[in-house]
């Protein structure tokens, strides 16, 4: 026996309708800090786990972000340039640039979701 496409479509559509909405996919959190007059805009930055910070260079002079305990190293940043790095686990992550090692920041990483 030949079932019609039409009958096909609506059984489908009526199948997905019946099952209910679908989760959206999490969204992703971000947090910028800006390199500028020789310092990181957010000198302590506090983000949950599985944040992307992304560093903007706007100085004139090229600065590094390079991480204390080598967790994350971006190459030199030209002005107008980024570097991004995905923070997976909680903890403190400081960091300078190697250019000018007085230039200093920390990402405090906090998990995910509480126990509560």
């Keep these: 026996m030949r079932i019609p496409i039409t009958t096909m479509l609506v059984a489908t559509a009526t199948a997905l309708l019946l099952a209910g909405p679908t989760s959206a996919p999490a969204q992703m959190d971000t ?9 990181f805009s957010a000198p302590t930055l506090t983000v949950k786990a599985g944040t992307t910070v992304t560093w903007t260079n706007r100085d004139d002079d090229a600065h590094t972000v390079t991480s204390v305990a080598s967790t994350f190293r971006s190459p030199g940043l030209d002005t107008g340039e980024t570097f991004s790095y995905t923070f997976t686990r909680a903890g403190t992550f400081e960091y300078f640039c190697s250019l000018h090692p007085l230039m200093t920041g920390k990402v405090v990483v906090t998990p995910e979701r509480s126990g509560s």
């Design 31 to 39: 947090a910028r800090v800006e390199i500028q007059a020789h310092g």
